[in-house]
């Protein structure tokens, strides 16, 4: 059976830092692309960021690239989440997922990725002003 089981949310300021992590279970980790998504109150879900297999490449949605930083430790079946520059927009639910959204000509195609996604219960961050 698969788990993702994520922690390390919060309450922050304005501007703070926090650092995600979610453990995996039931599934070779270490050949699978993880991402993370989020869902604000009262919107959709948003895709974050993705890391692919094995060359550990990342990707960013351009709302949180430069400010987040996705990694994985893939002895402890771990994927980890720095979220620096924090802002009230950030505000949200935060997901770990397993695979990640297709590149289609280039592009990242998020929509399709979180219909079918599977995610875990998922850790709260709250940002403050």
């Known amino acids: 059976e698969v788990q993702l089981v994520e922690s390390g949310g919060g309450s922050v300021q304005s501007g703070g830092s926090l650092k995600l992590s979610c453990h995996a279970s039931?599934?070779?980790?270490?050949?699978?692309?993880m991402s993370w998504v989020r869902q604000a109150p009262g919107k959709g879900l948003e895709w974050v960021s993705s890391?692919?297999?094995?060359?550990?490449?990342?990707y960013y949605a351009d709302s949180v690239k430069g400010r987040f930083t996705i990694s994985r430790d893939n002895a402890k079946a771990t994927l980890y989440l720095q979220l620096n520059s924090l802002q009230t927009e950030d505000t949200a639910m935060y997901y770990c997922?397993?695979?990640?959204?297709?590149?289609?000509?280039?592009?990242?195609?998020?929509?399709?990725?979180?219909?079918?996604?599977?995610r875990g219960q998922g850790t709260q961050v709250t940002v403050s002003s």
């Open positions: 997922a397993r695979d990640m959204p297709p590149i289609l000509g280039g592009t990242l195609h998020s929509e399709m990725y979180l219909q079918y996604a599977t």
């Open positions: 039931g599934f070779t980790f270490s050949t699978n692309h």
């Open positions: 890391i692919r297999a094995p060359e550990d490449i990342t």
